[in-house]
């Protein structure tokens, strides 16, 4: 399938009459873990098999990758295309708020690659197996501790915020054992040993704490140790970029949302869009929209030509959910007190730019990251 093709493909997967439907799927209610609405299901489902049948979620059965740091033999993700090719899907997923392992699955595609069993590739790649990360706990960009048997394949650890943790068949749990050396274990999640506990979040998606106690990790799916450390580092700089595409397009639907009701509400007996404090307001985040994702694109193009992207992905990341969260509450005030009702989109917009802008690193974290990687590139200069 040609770069093009896929991309008209994927427009018509999230195209404008089918993303305010999607917006909505699997909502939760506070305190409710019940299973989402049937028909919400199958809409979902039905999404996920376009996906599959795009063959985006063919993770770990591409080419080998060149990306710096990975061991060899390790396979890049997805269908071939880099991540330039994709990033319009990213801001397609984001504009619609799509929900779903998906950004779990590229990650764990990058992590593990072509130490998947094989097995499990098939199902893969047709999504009918699907990985969620356990990895983070408190640091945002090193994994948290876990306790590995590895001669009984056992493993236990705590992870607070795991996506879509209840409804996947596996758990890539990805910490620091002993000695602090990186460890990487495929877990089946339907086991005594694995127990989750759902978060009430504000964007009423599916977040969970998972436990592991003595859990089994699925036979062949143990990774070996050499130079995961750097591998961690490629992977969650990668993995902070799809985000940002994500939290762009989440933005420009925030924006298209607001503009949209600009021009039809009228007051002072003209659309409110002819104001110019709300209409400058617009075009000011339009502007920010645009330069993020430009950021956005160039920084994929580099991951695309093997370049060492940590330092820009934390810069698109952390701009890109600022962007998302003030675009969205902006959608709140100029839809007033409707933005803040059931029916209108924009509370659901805030909603989710709100803890999806956190998944990968809350903004101190990002901006701490990008302070100590710009202070090592200037050390850098001075010693050359």
């Not at 609405?37 to 063959?55: K, N």
């Not at 274990?185 to 969970?208: A, E, I, K, M, N």
């Not at 698109?316 to 902006?330: F, G, H, P, Q, R």
């Not at 989109?345 to 974290?365: C, E, H, K, P």
Request: aromatic share 4%.
């Amino acid at each position: 399938m040609t770069t093009a093709r896929a991309a008209a493909d994927e427009a018509d997967l999230f195209d404008a009459e089918v993303a305010p439907l999607i917006r909505r799927l699997g909502e939760r209610a506070r305190g409710r873990a019940e299973p989402i609405d049937v028909d919400d299901a199958a809409v979902s489902a039905a999404v996920w098999r376009g996906l599959a049948g795009l063959g985006v979620l063919s993770g770990g059965a591409g080419a080998p990758s060149q990306d710096p740091g990975m061991p060899p033999g390790t396979e890049s993700s997805g269908d071939g295309r880099g991540l330039l090719a994709k990033a319009r899907l990213h801001e397609l997923m984001g504009n619609a708020l799509y929900q779903s392992p998906y950004f779990d699955m590229a990650l764990a595609a990058d992590i593990i690659g072509a130490y998947v069993p094989a097995g499990l590739l098939p199902g893969l790649a047709a999504g009918d197996v699907t990985i969620a990360v356990a990895a983070l706990a408190h640091d945002a960009d090193a994994p948290g501790p876990l306790e590995i048997d590895e001669t009984a394949g056992k493993v236990s650890g705590v992870r607070r915020f795991v996506s879509y943790a209840a409804g996947v068949d596996h758990l890539l749990a990805v910490g620091t054992g002993d000695g602090g050396r990186l460890a990487v274990v495929l877990v089946p999640r339907d086991q005594p040993g694995v127990t989750l506990r759902r978060q009430d979040d504000l964007g009423r998606g599916d977040l969970y704490e998972v436990r592991f106690e003595n859990a089994s990790e699925l036979p062949g799916g143990g990774v070996p140790a050499e130079g995961w450390a750097e591998l961690w580092r490629v992977a969650l700089a990668r993995a902070r970029l799809r985000r940002a595409g994500y939290l762009t397009g989440l933005a420009l639907g925030a924006l298209d949302l607001s503009a949209d009701y600009a021009r039809r509400r009228r007051v002072f007996g003209g659309p409110l869009a002819k104001l110019q404090a709300p209409a400058f307001r617009l075009a000011s985040l339009a502007a920010r929209v645009e330069a993020v994702r430009t950021l956005v694109h160039r920084t994929c193009a580099e991951a695309d030509a093997v370049a060492d992207i940590e330092l820009p992905a934390c810069q698109a990341l952390m701009l890109a959910a600022e962007l998302a969260v003030e675009t969205a509450a902006e959608a709140i005030q100029i839809h007033g007190s409707y933005g803040l009702t059931e029916r209108c989109d924009a509370q659901l917009f805030y909603r989710r730019a709100i803890v999806d802008s956190m998944l990968l690193g809350t903004g101190r974290d990002l901006r701490r990251r990008t302070a100590e990687l710009l202070a090592r590139t200037a050390e850098k200069g001075d010693q050359a």
